[in-house]
């Protein structure tokens, strides 16, 4: 029986889970208006000190005010595919003038509202 290996029972087997789990985890928390709106403000904010810092920003601050609203983005309305371009394209030096964090956290918002309304293909 060493070399033998156990089929499991397909009756037993629960199904494969679904791509996304459709609310309350930590890859997707419930979009409330709450964590919606501080998503937005903490993207907001990100995007208008990057503005403001301008080329001075180069040194260290804006790669700090990067890693800290993509944490908190991430935790506010969960990750998505979109996060991670918004954040390398935040280390380009002049393409951190334009609002990519504002523009990313309203895409992510609305392909998540939009997936939420399409109907569970079971």
Do not use: K, N
């Not at 029972?9 to 709106?37: C, F, I, M, N, Y």
């Amino acid at each position: 029986m060493s070399g033998d290996l156990a089929v499991p029972d397909p009756e037993v087997q629960t199904p494969a889970p679904a791509t996304w789990v459709s609310e309350g985890t930590w890859l997707r928390p419930a979009l409330t208006r709450w964590r919606v709106a501080l998503a937005l403000v903490v993207a907001v904010t990100a995007d208008a000190l990057q503005i403001v810092l301008g080329p001075i920003g180069w040194v260290l601050s804006d790669e700090v005010i990067d890693v800290v609203t993509m944490v908190v983005t991430t935790w506010l309305i969960g990750f998505h595919v979109l996060l991670l371009p918004t954040f390398i394209v935040e280390s380009l030096p002049i393409v951190d003038m334009l609002p990519t964090w504002t523009g990313c956290v309203i895409a992510v918002v609305a392909l998540r509202r939009r997936q939420s309304r399409r109907p569970s293909q079971s």
